[in-house]
């Protein structure tokens, strides 16, 4: 193994052109200084990256993927989350899986599951940047600079310049069991900066979970380069705490025949940004983006943005972006997705939906679905709808003996379900769906939502 080096780059403050508002930095300004870390076989991507970021800057509230959430509030200081009070939950904690810890954003291998799972190299991020000739020089920054086109993501940037923390996973069969990566805090004011890099060899197989709190701010981004037939399945559960903060990217190629499959479920949370573009790059292969979000702004501000950018290069393949949001008590969720057909990607399915539930009147979705086609024998279609509880449905539940609260959850599921159906593995999606229905217990039926025509 070769050393790291330990010495640091400084991109400053001054190098990325600070845009001064009333005399104070606006979003455009990092937060501080970036270390970059020099030595390894990463060294030439995280140097792209730094300049990169020296000349993008960070967003600005008037950008166009930006309009709908303000920047600054991943770019001030870390918060210091609030608590639980004991409902940082493990989820699919009877589920046969390999549990990888991470606490404050770093490894605990003292804490996760020891032993070799068959089909599947699992390394720190460190210790393959450490190795001259290791595969992960080969996409670490790349699927992220690919992404960079035609819309900036400096937070990614900066992700792939500095991040230190993260795994290497690359899938050379089929794995017989998931792997669950796991994320707790000690520290109630983490700064979390996390950066996976996942290469699927052709015919492969893996399910990737992710779930917990990695700290009160976070950075995470996860490349993901599969091969001709390789199949990946992503499910991510982030049940955030009041005041937590957080971005997070999935970049992913998709060879010839392969398939990506991603979920998202996220509860509360201030802000959270989750940022997916996926390069469809081979025949016949398939990419699933789905999510559902439900938040409860009672606590605190919660405000929920999924950007999602797919595009299609090869002929005959198949992509869905399904999303669901329901939200309460001034709760704001934001959907912007794109589905972009380049010339000669004939036959191409592309299908967009984009939903919100609304159980007040002081909640607010906003979307921005996009299609931009070049082919000329492409079915795509795209839809996004807002509305309250359906009181027809309601009353026809009620006049069946259903109780008004049980009424207003079975809704509210119903509503989810498309998303929901996205997740492959039935023991996955129950589990899920009880999570979902143990929260709207809680939380949806709190004041009473709002009953209109949906």
């Excluded at 991109?11 to 020099?38: F, K, M, N, Y």
Aim: proline share 5%; net charge negative.
């Amino acid at each position: 193994m070769v050393e790291l080096a330990t010495r640091t780059t400084q991109v400053t403050q001054d190098e990325v052109t600070p845009d001064i508002v009333g005399g104070r930095p606006s979003a455009h300004t990092p937060r501080a200084d970036l270390d970059v870390p020099q030595g390894g076989c990463t060294a030439p991507a995280r140097a792209d990256a730094a300049q990169r970021f020296r000349s993008m800057g960070l967003p600005r509230p008037r950008d166009e993927y930006w309009r709908y959430t303000d920047p600054a509030l991943l770019n001030a200081d870390a918060p210091a989350a609030v608590a639980l009070n004991g409902d940082e939950f493990e989820m699919f904690d009877h589920v046969d899986r390999l549990r990888l810890i991470f606490v404050d954003g770093v490894l605990d291998a003292a804490a996760s599951d020891q032993g070799a799972l068959d089909g599947v190299q699992i390394e720190r991020l460190d210790q393959a940047d450490a190795q001259p000739d290791h595969w992960v020089a080969d996409i670490y920054g790349t699927l992220e600079q690919a992404g960079q086109s035609p819309v900036p993501r400096p937070f990614a940037a900066m992700n792939t310049a500095v991040a230190r923390h993260g795994l290497a996973i690359r899938v050379i069969g089929t794995a017989p069991r998931p792997v669950h990566l796991i994320y707790r805090r000690s520290d109630p004011a983490a700064d979390v900066m996390l950066h996976h890099v996942i290469k699927v060899d052709a015919g492969a197989e893996l399910t990737l979970i992710e779930t917990g709190m990695s700290g009160a701010r976070s950075n995470a981004l996860i490349e993901a380069d599969l091969a001709p037939g390789a199949r990946l399945h992503h499910i991510a559960a982030i049940r955030a705490g009041v005041d937590r903060v957080a971005v997070s990217h999935l970049f992913g190629r998709v060879a010839e025949a392969a398939s990506l499959k991603s979920f998202v479920l996220s509860l509360n949370g201030s802000l959270m940004r989750h940022e997916t573009v996926v390069d469809i790059a081979g025949d016949d292969s398939v990419a699933h983006v789905a999510g559902a979000v439900l938040g409860d702004g009672a606590a605190g501000p919660f405000h929920h943005d999924d950007t999602v950018f797919v595009t299609h290069r090869a002929e005959r393949c198949e992509s869905r972006q399904v999303f669901k949001k329901v939200l309460k008590n001034g709760a704001v969720g934001v959907f912007q997705g794109k589905i972009l057909v380049q010339p000669g990607a004939q036959k191409t399915d592309g299908y967009q939906i984009s939903q919100a539930l609304l159980l007040d009147e002081d909640s607010q979705f906003l979307a921005k679905p996009e299609l931009e086609i070049y082919a000329d024998d492409v079915r795509c279609s795209h839809g996004s709808t807002t509305g309250a509880i359906d009181p027809t449905a309601l009353y026809y539940l009620r006049s069946r003996g259903i109780s008004r609260d049980r009424a207003i959850v079975l809704l509210v599921l119903s509503f989810l379900a498309d998303a929901l159906a996205e997740v492959e593995d039935d023991e996955l999606r129950v589990e899920i769906s009880e999570r979902l229905e143990g929260w709207l217990n809680r939380h949806a039926l709190a004041s009473g939502p709002a009953v209109g025509t949906a």
